[in-house]
Structure formats: C-alpha cells, structure tokens
C-alpha cells in the first residue's frame, strides 16, 4: 500500500512568510503527527491529529499550526517565519494497532 | 513519556553483529520500547518495538532486560547500508499517545568495511 506522502519536498521561503506544508498518511491511519528536525535540536515533536481533532501538542509558539481534515490528510502551517523555521518537517501516520510510526520522506524549509 | 539516554556514536565492522545500548529506567509498565532508524535526512523507519519479552523480526533482535530498564537492538550481520542513526524511544501502544513520540538523539551508528 502507498507510504506516507508529503509535499512540497523542498521549499524557500523569506522571512515574514508563511508556508503550508501537507501530509497524506497511510490509508486507514487516522492518527497523524508532525516532527521537526534540525542539527542543532533533533526530532522535535509539533503536534498530533486525530479524527479531525488535535490531542497532543508540543513545545512550540503559536504560529505553527495544523489541522486534519475528514480523510484524513493533515496540513501544517507556519506564519512569520523565521531563520530558525528551517528544518526537515517529517509527517508520521500512526498504525494504532501497534503504535508504529510511519512517516513521510519530510518537506525540507529553507528560510531566508 | 519516559526518557531514553543512548550512547551518541558506534563503530561496527562489516558482517558482525551491532549492538546497541538504550536505557530507559523511568519507563513504566504500559509503556513499549520501539527502535527507528533513519539514514540521511529519510524519514526515520521502523525496526522493531517490545514490551518485556525479547522480540526477533527479519531486520533485527530487541533485548529488553528483566527489569526494564535497559534494551539492546542487535542487527546480526551488519552491513554498510546499515549506517544511521538509530533512535530508542518508549511510547504508549494501543492508545491515543501513540502519534507523540519523544526521540532522543540517538546513536550514529557507522559501518566500516
């Protein structure tokens, strides 16, 4: 079955703007979760969707945002960007039977 | 979710076995043990996870001592493609916490030929 699908896989933003990343997971998985990587930090957890709805939520300030829509797809969203935005964001589904993650190959954000 | 502490680089020759430490002394007794891997800057992929037994697949053998408070992932014959980075993570399964998961550092494991 096909892995999870995120886009846009590069991107260049300048400071001040805003950037919407998308993330399409595993079918049947209704669980999908947001991680950002950086050298200097690691994987950085944002926050969890499930059913449309966000249940877990990460150390981070208010401009990164995200939802989940009916099928489950799940879109982030960082406004006013900064330097320090620019990351690997990795996108995971999760198989609830197991607690496996499966994630995304990420967006890579350059911000300028 | 409790903490793990994992040593920051390994060194493994090509065709031995890799062993890789993980402590997670505060785990709690619903709490399973999973093993990722990601190999430069890929989306992190899943090996292996276990709760006290030790557990085989056909990547890889997880050791989980009798206490819980320490495993080891063993890849049996490493190979060159094995290097990575290998994150040890605790978490929830078969709950609503599984989506949040805290990964440490992990270790960079390098195999040499």
């Known amino acids: 079955k096909a892995g999870v699908t995120q886009t846009p896989r590069y991107l260049i933003k300048t400071r001040g703007q805003q950037v919407t990343l998308s993330c399409s997971p595993i079918s049947g998985h209704r669980s999908v979760s947001w991680y950002q990587q950086t050298p200097g930090q690691g994987l950085q957890f944002l926050f969890e969707y499930f059913s449309e709805t966000q249940r877990n939520k990460g150390n981070f300030p208010g401009r990164f945002s995200g939802r989940q829509f009916s099928n489950s797809r799940s879109e982030m969203n960082v406004s006013t960007l900064e330097l320090g935005d620019s990351a690997l964001y990795l996108c995971a589904s999760t198989a609830l039977s197991t607690g496996e993650l499966f994630f995304g190959e990420g967006s890579r954000l350059t911000v300028l | 979710d409790a903490k793990t502490t994992q040593p920051p680089s390994m060194d493994c020759a090509e065709g031995r076995a890799a062993n890789l430490p993980c402590n997670h002394s505060?785990?709690?007794?619903?709490?399973?043990v999973y093993w990722y891997r990601q190999i430069h800057s890929q989306g992190p992929q899943y090996i292996i996870h276990?709760?006290?037994n030790n557990e085989t697949n056909e990547m890889a053998s997880l050791i989980i001592t009798e206490d819980r408070k320490s495993s080891t992932l063993i890849l049996p014959h490493a190979t060159l493609r094995d290097t990575a980075v290998y994150y040890c993570i605790v978490s929830w399964s078969y709950n609503t916490n599984a989506g949040k998961s805290t990964f440490g550092d992990g270790t960079t494991l390098t195999v040499k030929p």
């Open positions: 276990g709760l006290k």
């Open positions: 505060t785990i709690s007794g619903n709490e399973y």
